[in-house]
């Protein structure tokens, strides 16, 4: 008996076989700006946006002899009574960011299965352009004076994290507010960064965080936006079971979750939240950069809130932009810390 089969499966007589496309489409791209969003936002009036830092005297034994008199110097020859001498002007210039999009007369008015209209190439500018600011935020870029033929660029948090007091991109000398070798650890930053070597241990982690009080003095509310491979580090190194010198079991036995992460790490000086960043917004290719970040210290002046323009169409379909005006204000590196590179 011959055999028989679906003719739907011969190659050469399917001209009138059905396709199927179904109207779904994935964008496999992440799309959150985790340190974007910490930022406290505020309002920027002026290309170059400035701020002022202050420290406090080393404590000093004070006693007073009964009876004294107070005696003043003049100027800088009386250290002790003027108050304002540690006081340091910082400053980070503006960047302007921008996505265009358009569609076709045609795109605008067939049906498709992607939805192709304006609306959706304006949603997609928008979250292309929030990922441009997350990058340029987390980047080791200096700032750059915008010319006719330069664009102007802010300083990332990679360049304001250093241990070098010269940033050596603009006029701006970090001087005794740099952050301290103790609170940056990797192994390409050696000699400017003074960096610490070798796996980053939780014995290392919790160093970091040592060095962070001792500049700051408080308790801290940190953030550590860390890129994948250093947040699989971190569950690896920190995550122990029965069995090690230090017996802590994080899995519990409940027979339905493994438990395998660390969302938090709370140290004697503090907490920190560990946050994933979104991997296409970090420096460096093997994703092992992690910023220790406290919000108040950190905020984005704002130029030009990111709003869409529509532009005149000349024929060929609607257009328009988005756009946003912003930098990065840093207002204490001393109390950030940095993790540039791990150890495998």
Not at 17 to 27: A, G, I, K, P
Request: hydrophobic share 35%; proline share 4%.
């Amino acid at each position: 008996m011959a055999g028989t089969f679906d003719s739907s499966f011969n190659t050469n007589s399917n001209a009138g076989n059905r396709e199927q496309l179904l109207d779904l489409t994935t964008v496999l791209s992440p799309r959150q700006a985790p340190v974007y969003g910490l930022l406290p936002k505020s309002k920027a009036t002026a290309d170059l946006v400035e701020w002022t830092v202050d420290d406090l005297a080393t404590p000093a034994d004070n006693a007073v002899i009964e009876g004294a008199d107070l005696t003043f110097g003049t100027g800088a020859s009386d250290a002790e009574a003027q108050k304002f001498g540690s006081l340091k002007r910082l400053d980070n210039r503006l960047q302007h960011f921008r996505k265009t999009f358009m569609v076709t007369k045609k795109q605008e008015v067939l049906d498709s299965v992607t939805p192709v209209k304006l609306q959706q190439a304006e949603e997609k500018a928008t979250s292309e352009l929030l990922r441009d600011i997350e990058k340029a935020i987390c980047s080791d870029q200096g700032s750059v004076v915008g010319t006719g033929s330069t664009a102007g660029k802010l300083r990332g948090l990679g360049k304001w994290i250093t241990n070098d007091s010269s940033i050596g991109d603009a006029s701006t000398e970090l001087g005794d507010f740099k952050t301290p070798s103790a609170s940056i650890h990797g192994l390409d930053h050696g000699t400017t960064d003074g960096a610490t070597t070798g796996d980053l241990t939780e014995g290392e982690f919790a160093g970091i965080l040592a060095s962070i009080f001792n500049e700051t003095g408080e308790m801290q509310d940190l953030h550590l936006v860390a890129d994948t491979a250093l947040r699989n580090h971190i569950v690896d190194e920190f995550t122990r079971t029965n069995g090690s010198s230090t017996a802590v079991r994080y899995n519990q036995d409940s027979g339905a979750v493994v438990e395998y992460n660390v969302e938090m790490f709370n140290g004697p000086f503090g907490v920190v939240k560990i946050l994933t960043a979104n991997p296409k917004c970090m420096p460096g290719s093997n994703n092992d950069r992690g910023y220790l970040l406290d919000p108040s210290l950190l905020g984005w002046a704002e130029a030009l809130p990111t709003g869409s323009t529509m532009l005149e169409d000349q024929g060929g379909g609607p257009r328009g932009y988005i756009d946003s005006m912003g930098t990065l204000i840093c207002r204490g590196p001393k109390g950030l810390g940095k993790i540039t590179e791990i150890a495998d």
